[in-house]
């Protein structure tokens, strides 16, 4: 029977789309464990370490959606498995991004290392960046096991990292009004509190797909103190 064997077909797709996602998941979250650890330490491996993962992402990432684009073209799924697939194409953009962040992140430590500055700022940096990689953690581990329950705080999380990024932001900006943190380092640490505070958005963007994936209803966002703000770039 024709039905039954584009069923078969179609689940095969979504067997081979599960482990993609499974994969370029793991290589995110290396990607930004990696780049975060490196805020300790001046190891100048880290930045080929997290390139490579970044590329790996994308190229997975590509490969992704053309698979998705193909599966939709030619089996035209509905209801749940093309809840499936539409999730993937956005989760998967928000992973690259993760990988993309990740190598901005080491290579902003990279410098800051060889300046052999931001005494005052990388603790903080630090302590942000585990919370915000706490977040991707959780909101990955949520897509992959399908529990929307385990994000239910993940705003919340959101708005801490957010409160770090202004607290952190202002300490470095007095630091080098004080003249106790060069320009160059100041910079560096405000790119790095920048892209962390990007992260958790999209930890947050992967959280609310998972809550669309398992209810079919995509939870509303409160308005970010923030304006002028897209937790899409």
């Known amino acids: 029977m024709p039905g039954t064997v584009e069923r078969k077909a179609l689940s095969e797709e979504l ?34 370490d997290v390139g490579a993962l970044d590329r790996e992402v994308y190229g997975l990432k590509e490969r992704i959606v053309r698979n998705c684009v193909e599966t939709i073209a030619l089996h035209a799924p509905v209801a749940r498995d093309l809840r499936t697939i539409t999730v993937a194409l956005e989760v998967t953009t928000d ?26 700022s990388l603790p903080k940096l630090r302590e942000m960046g585990n919370l915000t990689v706490g977040m991707i953690r959780t909101a990955v581990t949520a897509y992959l096991a399908g529990d929307a329950t385990s994000v239910s705080h993940i705003h919340s999380d959101d708005d801490a990292v957010d409160q770090f990024h202004d607290d952190l932001f202002q300490l470095i900006i007095d630091g080098m009004a004080r003249r106790t943190i060069t320009p160059r380092t100041g910079a560096e640490c405000i790119l790095i509190n920048r892209y962390l505070e990007r992260l958790s958005d999209h930890a947050v963007n992967i959280g609310e797909w998972v809550v669309y994936l398992v209810s079919g209803e995509r939870p509303m966002r409160l308005p970010s103190h923030r304006s002028g703000t897209s937790p899409s770039t």
């Open 95 to 120: 992973l690259d991004r993760i990988g993309r962040y990740a190598k901005d992140i080491a290579e902003s430590a990279h410098e800051l290392h060889r300046e052999g500055d931001g005494r005052e």
């Open 15 to 48: 067997h081979q789309l599960r482990e993609n996602m499974e994969t370029i998941a793991t290589l995110s979250v290396q990607a930004i464990e990696r780049a975060v650890a490196g805020l300790d330490s001046p190891d100048t491996g880290v930045v080929g």
